[in-house]
């Protein structure tokens, strides 16, 4: 399993970025995704997870509306879709799935909102 987050950046409070995993060496299509972020001195902290065909989605309430996830099972890539940043959004971001036993995660890709 490899997973490769991108995108991330500094952006300003309000602004929006988008971020990108791409994953190989699993069936991606039959995988669920999720983000998750974690803020220095902090714990993981779960953001979003999107089921495998695509159409069910969730968020964790800190990000609710402002955020979304998707997914392109043809190119095997999850994204997610930042509006509204706020500085407490500030955090390294990972992209992540599981089977059985193992839990899978990247490298992450730093985003950094500037007030």
């Known amino acids: 399993v490899h997973l490769v987050e991108s995108g991330g950046g500094m952006v300003e409070w309000g602004g929006s970025l988008r971020l990108s995993c791409a994953a190989s060496g699993f069936m991606f299509s039959n995988h669920n995704m999720s983000w998750v972020r974690q803020a220095p001195g902090k714990g993981p902290e779960w953001v979003s997870t999107?089921?495998?065909?695509?159409?069910?989605?969730y968020y964790a309430d800190a990000v609710k509306g402002r955020f979304t996830v998707s997914r392109d099972n043809a190119k095997n890539t999850l994204s997610l879709q930042m509006n509204s940043v706020r500085p407490e959004d500030t955090a390294r971001y990972f992209c992540q799935t599981a089977d059985s036993d193992t839990n899978y995660w990247g490298q992450g890709t730093q985003v950094t909102v500037s007030v």
């Open positions: 999107i089921n495998t065909a695509g159409d069910t989605t």
